[in-house]
Every structure is written in structure tokens, then in C-alpha cells.
């Protein structure tokens, strides 16, 4: 392997993880600098009597609480919310909950529908066959056929089991009419590749000790290394060095020794998530570009885009097993997704209820209407097959 390769890649989350695997596929060579460790299923405690102590302190998605030799401290001093995210193989798939929710096509427009924003350069159509071989690579279980979205392949695999909190609220939206859909998530429902099915144990936000919830450390960058992609761990980048034309050259990191090193590439790929990667480009600052790189607009480290969310829980007089499949997908509601100015929001409400645990999603009907009832209630049930009265 040549000690330049074509691409540099700095993160081995998510997107750094589908790149990786993309490009070394593809005969690109590939070197990864990733400031955390690989995890193994044997370090997860979900099965473990300390599950719940652990997740607190070792596995919380805080990094300022999680304090692990891999993580750097976030300032949320001024801010409304914290945020969750994960340094180390993997990024923040090692303790997201796995669901799998795709933009709806108003979310590409939303200046030219809510004079909000801006307009992406794309639409849902061109992301489409992208969302699809995602869907393969991960081992995305769901339902196909939701109405709200434009027609689309299937999930490769079946929805997870609903179960009883989640027919509960299917139910209630039945009788108000409103939108429901068994949920996506990736999350094996039956064998894949090798690996597992979900065996509803509930703890996917500290890893998956199963392998059976669908991170890139499990999913991506394995075959990303067999395809001769080079993971390089514990190597924390200072900055991204350019070459005299002004363009990125490689990126200076440092190895647990505190010994710096330097890393040479054609092509660089910032995949450090939305506060590492702006915080990246703000601290290669140089003298051709003082504000920092790609920051003409001054917008870099501006605009961060989180994913809010508030827990509603309620108390029922029957046993609704909560306690199983606490992250699994229970069902997603469209209900009150569109800008609603009469209630103080743009561009939908969202928020997670937890009949099962899994996360229910709030939006609304496709073009603003349709009735939903019992009549898309029998449909949802044609299509899984089996009965929810």
C-alpha cells in the first residue's frame, strides 16, 4: 500500500464507515484516522446486572460524562439541549437506538415550502437508490409500502415485533384517524450475513452485545479492511494541512504517545460528525485562509442541525411488557409533520413516545391529507399479514 493514498479519511462513524467501504470496493486506496478504539461485543453490558449503572457513566452517549481516552469535551454551556455521540469504530452507530427514518421529499424544498432554511441541492428521487443499498448494506428491518413516501423497494427484512405497547397506539390512532406505519430500524429481524437476529433484550443504547443492531464497526468496516482499506485507531488529527495551491494535502494527528505524525492524501474526508468536522475545519486555521477552511460563508460551526427529542412516559393498567424490545421500533406516526404556524412549529413536530420503547415519529399524512382510520388500519394489517384488532 502506498504510503499517499487517494483518500483520507478522518472518522470511522457512519459516514466514514460507507465511504470506506465504497471506495476500497471500488480498488481506491483508503487510510482512516479515527481518534477512538475498536469496541467489542464483550465490553457491552446489556446483558449484563450493571447494564443500567454502566450506561450512565462507561456507555453514556454524553461525552463529557462518558470521559473515555477517545472523546474530547463539548461546551454545551449555552446551549438548549447536549448532545449524544460517540468517538471510537463505529461513531455514534455503536449507541444510537438503530432507528431508520428517510427525509420525506418537503424536507429537500423546505425554503420554497416554508421560508425556512435553505433548499437542498438535491431531491428525494436523486437520494433514493442511495437510501436503498444503505438499506441493504445495514440489514434494515421494516414494512415497505408506507404511503407517505414515494414508491421504493422494500426493506430487506421484515418490521420487528410491534408487541403490545405498539398496538395499543396503533390502535389509538386508528380510532382518531390518524397516520401509523410499523417503524424501520436497522436492526436484524431474522439472520444476516452471519449475524443474529434481535433477541428484544432492550439495551441498544450502550451496543449491542448480539451483533444484531447494525453498526459500521460490524456492518462496513470489517470488509472495508479485508478490501484493503487501512484503519489507522487512536490517532487523534489537529488539524488539515494544505499544499501550496491551497488545497487539503493530508492531516497532522497525534498517537497516544503524544507523538505527532503526518498523513499524506490525494483527496481528504473530513466524516468527523457535525461538531467534529466544523471544529476540525475552524482549527486548521493558516494564513490563507485565517477563519478557518471552507469557511467563505462564515457559516462553519454555525447551524447545527441536532435531532431534539423529549420522552413522554405513561402508566397503563395492563402489562404491556415494556420492559422487551425497549429500542426495537414500535410503529411511526405522520400525523403532525407539516408546518403548523397555529401551533409554533415549522417543518413538523417531533417528539419520541415509548410504548415498547421504540421511538414513535410524528408527521403528517402524504399531501397534507387522506383519511387514515380503519381503513388504513386493515391495510397496514394486509401487509404484515397477520392481525392488529
Same mark, same amino acid.
Given at each position: 500500500m502506498s504510503d499517499?493514498?487517494?483518500v483520507l479519511i478522518i472518522g470511522a462513524g457512519a459516514a466514514g464507515g460507507v465511504a470506506a467501504l465504497h471506495l476500497a470496493s471500488s480498488g481506491v486506496s483508503v487510510t482512516c484516522l479515527e481518534q477512538g478504539e475498536w469496541s #467489542?461485543?464483550?465490553?457491552?453490558?446489556?446483558?449484563?446486572?450493571d447494564w443500567e449503572l454502566t450506561s450512565r457513566k462507561q456507555w453514556s452517549a454524553n461525552p463529557n460524562v462518558r470521559s473515555r481516552r477517545g472523546d474530547y469535551a463539548v461546551d454545551v454551556s449555552e446551549s438548549d439541549m447536549g448532545v449524544g455521540m460517540y468517538n471510537g469504530v463505529g461513531g455514534g452507530t455503536v449507541l444510537y437506538n438503530a432507528v431508520w427514518p428517510r427525509l420525506l421529499p418537503a424536507d429537500f424544498k423546505t425554503r420554497t415550502i416554508d421560508g425556512v432554511g435553505d433548499d437542498w441541492p438535491l431531491d428525494y428521487e436523486e437520494l433514493r437508490p442511495f437510501y436503498e443499498m444503505t438499506d441493504r448494506q445495514f440489514g434494515v428491518s421494516g414494512l415497505g409500502g408506507n404511503p407517505v413516501y414515494p414508491e421504493s423497494m422494500d426493506p430487506p427484512l421484515p418490521p420487528l415485533p410491534i408487541g403490545a405497547g405498539g398496538l395499543l397506539m396503533a390502535r389509538a390512532h386508528a380510532r382518531l384517524g390518524w397516520n401509523w406505519w410499523p417503524d424501520t430500524n436497522a436492526i436484524l429481524s431474522a439472520p444476516m450475513h *452471519?449475524?443474529?437476529p434481535c433477541v428484544q433484550r432492550g439495551t441498544c443504547n450502550q451496543g449491542c452485545g448480539e451483533g444484531a443492531?447494525?453498526? %459500521?464497526?460490524?456492518t462496513h468496516w470489517p470488509e472495508a479492511v479485508r478490501n484493503g482499506g487501512h484503519l489507522i485507531t487512536g490517532a487523534r488529527v489537529i488539524r488539515i494541512c494544505l499544499d501550496r495551491r491551497g488545497l487539503a494535502s493530508g492531516a497532522e494527528w497525534v498517537d497516544e504517545r503524544g507523538d505527532v505524525h503526518f498523513q499524506g492524501a490525494s483527496t481528504v474526508l473530513l466524516a468527523g460528525n457535525g461538531? *467534529? %468536522?466544523?471544529?476540525l475545519l475552524l482549527a486548521s486555521a493558516c494564513g490563507l485562509f485565517p477563519e478557518g477552511l471552507a469557511n467563505s460563508s462564515g457559516l462553519v460551526g454555525k447551524r447545527l442541525m441536532l435531532h431534539p427529542y423529549v420522552n413522554i412516559t405513561g402508566t397503563f393498567d395492563e402489562n404491556l411488557r415494556s420492559w422487551q *424490545? #425497549?429500542?426495537g421500533s414500535a410503529i411511526g406516526s405522520w400525523q403532525f409533520y407539516k408546518s403548523d404556524v +397555529?401551533? *409554533?412549529f415549522v417543518r413538523g413536530s417531533k417528539w419520541s413516545l415509548h410504548p415498547t420503547g421504540g421511538p414513535l415519529r410524528i408527521a403528517a399524512p402524504p399531501n397534507g391529507g387522506g383519511v387514515w382510520g380503519a381503513e388504513h388500519h386493515a391495510h397496514v394489517r394486509?401487509? =404484515?399479514?397477520? +392481525? =392488529? %384488532?
Open positions: 499517499v493514498p487517494d #467489542h461485543a464483550s465490553d457491552y453490558r446489556g446483558a449484563e446486572r *452471519g449475524r443474529h443492531k447494525s453498526s %459500521t464497526d460490524i461538531i *467534529g %468536522t466544523a471544529r *424490545g #425497549h429500542n +397555529s401551533r *409554533g394486509e401487509r =404484515l399479514g397477520r +392481525s =392488529l %384488532t
